[in-house]
Protein backbone atom coordinates (compact mmCIF):
# COMPACT_ATOMS: atom_id res chain seq x y z
CA UNK A 1 0.00 0.00 0.00
CA UNK A 2 1.54 3.44 -1.20
CA UNK A 3 0.95 6.75 1.53
CA UNK A 4 1.48 10.01 -0.48
CA UNK A 5 1.53 12.97 1.55
CA UNK A 6 -0.95 15.99 0.39
CA UNK A 7 0.55 19.33 0.27
CA UNK A 8 -1.46 21.52 2.26
CA UNK A 9 -0.12 24.71 0.91
CA UNK A 10 -0.69 23.81 -2.96
CA UNK A 11 -4.79 22.54 -1.22
CA UNK A 12 -5.15 26.18 0.33
CA UNK A 13 -3.58 27.92 -2.42
CA UNK A 14 -6.14 26.00 -4.95
CA UNK A 15 -8.72 26.99 -2.36
CA UNK A 16 -8.17 30.50 -2.67
CA UNK A 17 -8.01 29.88 -6.32
CA UNK A 18 -11.88 28.24 -7.13
CA UNK A 19 -14.81 30.34 -6.95
CA UNK A 20 -17.64 29.48 -4.54
CA UNK A 21 -15.08 27.04 -2.57
CA UNK A 22 -15.66 26.62 1.09
CA UNK A 23 -12.65 25.27 3.35
CA UNK A 24 -13.38 22.22 5.94
CA UNK A 25 -11.79 21.30 9.03
CA UNK A 26 -13.43 18.52 10.18
CA UNK A 27 -11.57 17.85 13.50
CA UNK A 28 -13.36 18.48 16.90
CA UNK A 29 -14.20 22.27 17.93
CA UNK A 30 -11.94 22.16 20.61
CA UNK A 31 -9.02 21.30 17.90
CA UNK A 32 -10.66 24.26 15.89
CA UNK A 33 -10.92 26.58 18.78
CA UNK A 34 -7.24 25.91 19.00
CA UNK A 35 -5.82 27.31 15.75
CA UNK A 36 -7.13 26.28 12.08
CA UNK A 37 -6.67 28.15 9.15
CA UNK A 38 -8.62 31.43 8.22
CA UNK A 39 -11.53 31.41 6.29
CA UNK A 40 -12.39 27.67 7.03
CA UNK A 41 -15.30 25.94 8.39
CA UNK A 42 -15.56 23.36 11.11
CA UNK A 43 -17.75 20.80 10.66
CA UNK A 44 -16.26 17.93 12.63
CA UNK A 45 -16.22 14.37 11.18
CA UNK A 46 -18.36 12.59 13.71
CA UNK A 47 -21.34 15.11 12.31
CA UNK A 48 -20.35 15.05 8.37
CA UNK A 49 -22.57 12.57 7.40
CA UNK A 50 -25.79 14.16 8.48
CA UNK A 51 -25.10 18.42 8.42
CA UNK A 52 -25.91 20.43 6.12
CA UNK A 53 -22.80 21.18 3.77
CA UNK A 54 -21.95 24.74 2.08
CA UNK A 55 -22.97 24.61 -1.37
CA UNK A 56 -19.74 24.62 -3.71
CA UNK A 57 -16.78 22.51 -4.04
CA UNK A 58 -14.89 22.00 -0.68
CA UNK A 59 -11.83 21.24 0.55
CA UNK A 60 -11.47 19.11 3.56
CA UNK A 61 -8.21 18.83 6.43
CA UNK A 62 -8.03 17.85 9.78
CA UNK A 63 -5.24 17.25 11.82
CA UNK A 64 -2.73 14.89 10.00
CA UNK A 65 -4.70 13.67 7.27
CA UNK A 66 -6.15 10.81 8.40
CA UNK A 67 -9.57 12.35 9.05
CA UNK A 68 -9.74 14.07 5.97
CA UNK A 69 -9.49 10.88 3.94
CA UNK A 70 -12.82 9.57 5.69
CA UNK A 71 -14.07 12.64 5.21
CA UNK A 72 -13.45 12.81 1.47
CA UNK A 73 -14.81 9.38 1.35
CA UNK A 74 -18.33 10.59 3.16
CA UNK A 75 -18.75 13.39 0.93
CA UNK A 76 -18.21 12.25 -2.51
CA UNK A 77 -21.19 9.62 -1.33
CA UNK A 78 -22.93 12.59 -0.42
CA UNK A 79 -22.24 13.81 -4.30
CA UNK A 80 -19.97 16.60 -2.97
CA UNK A 81 -17.34 17.88 -5.21
CA UNK A 82 -14.35 17.21 -2.95
CA UNK A 83 -10.50 17.60 -2.61
CA UNK A 84 -8.27 16.04 0.08
CA UNK A 85 -5.90 18.55 1.43
CA UNK A 86 -4.35 16.68 4.31
CA UNK A 87 -3.56 17.61 7.66
CA UNK A 88 -2.53 20.89 8.99
CA UNK A 89 0.28 19.38 10.90
CA UNK A 90 2.35 20.17 7.51
CA UNK A 91 0.64 24.01 7.47
CA UNK A 92 2.92 26.79 7.10
CA UNK A 93 0.51 29.90 7.24
CA UNK A 94 -1.28 31.76 9.54
CA UNK A 95 -3.67 30.41 12.22
CA UNK A 96 -7.05 31.82 13.53
CA UNK A 97 -8.48 31.25 16.59
CA UNK A 98 -11.74 33.43 16.24
Not at 41 to 53: W, Y
Not at 73 to 83: D, E, N, P, Y
Amino acid sequence: MNFFSKDIQAGVARFHETPGAFLLDVRTPEEFQSGHIPESINIPLDTLEHAALPQGPLFVYCRSGVRSRTAYHILKQRGATVVDIGGILSYKGPLSTT
